[in-house]
């Protein structure tokens, strides 16, 4: 596959954690594919947008090396790599372009569970298995501690039960496979999720468009996820108290109701409308509250 000037082309994890969520984000973006599950490539039909499938660990370097313009890959592994890159580079290849709110975990150290854990100075001389061990030797150094960093690809967890560590540093979300190796979390070098990387300069032929409408589509859809339009009617005089109570709200449009006194209003809600909120406002004298998802946005 060459890399094109006028179609753009994202990677995306071909299957794992992040490939379905990545998949339904572009897909809100309003892109479409002619694709086959199976195979590596997905022609964009909508607008001249491809997807590469591949593992995640590629996306960073099919980026440095311009074979993709864009990729959704993990902050972790973007981190890793961007590490050892300036460190056998001098500069980085690819940056975070915008963080996407899907795929969130820790990177974190974690020493058996009936072990006290006083600091990371406690590590010094004990050995640590990663299959990160650029940020795990970048925070040793900070934390000024002497400890072995052992690399391992996979199955980092039972290391320690291996003989192969004293302590680990991986991804954790719920802790539940840490239990399970009789480790417990410490210290968190890294919280992580899903991004947006793409190069560390911008494109410079027709590309750029493309990526421009992309991500203010993004943001779009990133914002409007967590927003609601709320609609209530109220008297005149009990407006005052009630919109200190909209959560995040944009400045609400008021409508006179034709034939009566009392007001309609209309609010886009960043924060979350709880029904503790609505109950609020219905004590504040709002009438008729209706919650309506938000299917759409372009500021
Ligand atoms: P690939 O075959 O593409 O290399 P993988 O096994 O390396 O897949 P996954 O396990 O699918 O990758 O994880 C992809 C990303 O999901 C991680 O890099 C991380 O950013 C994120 N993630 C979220 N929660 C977790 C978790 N509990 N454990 C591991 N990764 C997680
Ligand atoms: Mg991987």
């Known amino acids: 596959v060459q890399g094109g000037r006028d179609r753009l082309r994202i990677a995306i994890q071909k299957s794992g954690r992040l490939a379905d969520p990545a998949r339904a984000l572009l897909t809100s973006c309003g892109l479409s594919w002619r694709e086959s599950r199976d195979r590596l490539f ?66 974190s150290i974690a020493i058996p569970e009936t072990w006290e854990w006083s600091g990371a100075a406690q590590l010094a001389g004990l ?27 996979g199955s980092v967890e039972i290391a320690p039960k291996l003989g192969q560590a004293d302590a680990i540093c991986d991804l954790v979300s ?49 914002r409007m996820r967590h927003s609601k339009l709320l609609m209530f009617q109220a008297s005149r005089e009990a407006v005052p108290g009630l919109l200190p109570l909209l959560p995040d709200a944009e400045s609400p449009t008021v409508m006179q109701i034709d034939g009566g006194d009392g007001l309609a209003l209309q609010a886009l809600c960043h924060g979350a409308v709880t029904w503790q909120r609505l109950e609020e406002l219905k004590r504040a004298g709002a009438r008729g509250l209706l919650v309506l998802p938000v299917e759409g946005m372009l500021a």
């Open 127 to 153: 050995r640590i298995a990663t299959s990160y061990p650029a940020i795990l030797g970048d925070w040793l150094r900070e934390q000024g501690v002497d400890a072995g960093v052992v690399e391992l690809s």
């Open 42 to 107: 997905c022609y964009g039909e909508s607008l001249p947008i491809d997807l590469l499938l591949v593992r995640d660990d590629d996306i960073p370097g099919l980026i440095r090396d311009g074979v993709c313009d864009l990729g959704v890959v993990g902050r972790n592994v973007l981190a890793e790599q961007d590490i050892a890159l300036r460190r056998d580079q001098g500069a980085s290849a690819f940056r975070e372009w915008r963080s996407l709110g899907f795929g969130g975990c820790r990177l």
């Open 174 to 222: 719920s802790g539940a496979t840490l239990a399970a190796n009789q480790l417990k979390p410490t210290v968190t070098l890294l919280e992580s999720e899903a991004v947006l990387a793409g190069p560390v300069k911008p494109f410079e032929d027709s590309r750029a468009a493309l990526a421009e409408l992309l991500l203010r589509r993004l943001d779009g859809v990133l």
